[in-house]
């Protein structure tokens, strides 16, 4: 599967951006989806993860009641909503998917990822 990530920006912090991730090429419904972060000279992290028809999510504490994971099977479009931003939360945001269609916090069980976009929160 291929997987597009877009919606990044520049935002002040408190406020909201939603981003995107358009999948190609497979059942979309067929797998479980995450979104992770990198930070300048950090390691990718963990954001959030949903299961392959949306019944399940997980999120990192850090992101807890700000960001909201989901997923529009149909349209073959995974979503993230962050609210509440902070300049901490400033990162190349990834999607990510993996077959079998569970969640996961693990990078290394994805078997697929996207491109990337980039987040800038200003303080």
């Known amino acids: 599967v291929q997987l597009q990530a877009y919606g990044g920006g520049l935002v002040q912090a408190g406020g909201c951006l939603r981003l995107s991730c358009a999948a190609s090429g497979r059942t979309f419904s067929n797998y479980g989806m995450g979104w992770f972060r990198q930070a300048p000279r950090k390691e990718r992290e963990f954001v959030a993860t949903?299961?392959?028809?949306?019944?399940?999510?997980y999120y990192a504490d850090s992101v807890k009641g700000r960001f909201t994971i989901s997923r529009d099977n149909a349209k073959n479009t995974l979503y993230l909503q962050m609210n509440s931003l902070k300049p901490e939360d400033t990162a190349v945001y990834y999607c990510?998917?993996?077959?079998?269609?569970?969640?996961?916090?693990?990078?290394?069980?994805?078997?697929?990822w996207g491109q990337g976009t980039l987040v800038t929160v200003s303080s």
């Open positions: 990510a998917a993996r077959v079998g269609g569970v969640t996961s916090s693990t990078t290394t069980s994805y078997d697929y």
């Open positions: 949903i299961s392959w028809i949306g019944g399940s999510t």
